[in-house]
Nanobody, 113 residues
């Protein structure tokens, strides 16, 4: 059984940074896409950033380009998102995904003063 468990999230002030981590169990990750998505209330889920397996490319969402970094550790089966210069528009539920098939339960990020 594949499970994805997030850590991080919470309330953050505008302009600050955020770090989310996702730990995967039940599946090796090295060949799989790993990515972060988010969903704001009343809006569709959108990709924040993703990285293909086996040293493949990194793909950024337009809304966060230049403010995000993704890193993966396939030995430990984790993927980490770091975002800087947070804006209120970054508020939403953040999900990690592997293989474009498996999803985490989501963690809330709220950016407000």
């Amino acid at each position: 059984q594949v499970q994805l468990v997030e850590s991080g999230g919470g309330s953050v002030q505008p302009g600050r940074s955020l770090r989310l981590s996702c730990a995967v169990s039940g599946r090796a990750t090295s060949s799989l896409f790993m990515g972060w998505f988010r969903q704001a209330p009343g809006k569709e889920r959108q990709r924040v950033v993703g990285i293909e397996g086996n040293g493949g490319e990194t793909m950024y969402g337009d809304a966060v380009r230049g403010r995000v970094a993704i890193s993966r550790d396939d030995a430990n089966r984790t993927v980490t998102l770091e975002m800087t210069d947070l804006e209120p528009e970054d508020t939403g539920t953040y999900f990690c995904n592997i293989g474009r098939s498996y999803w985490s339960q989501g963690t809330q990020v709220t950016v407000s003063a």
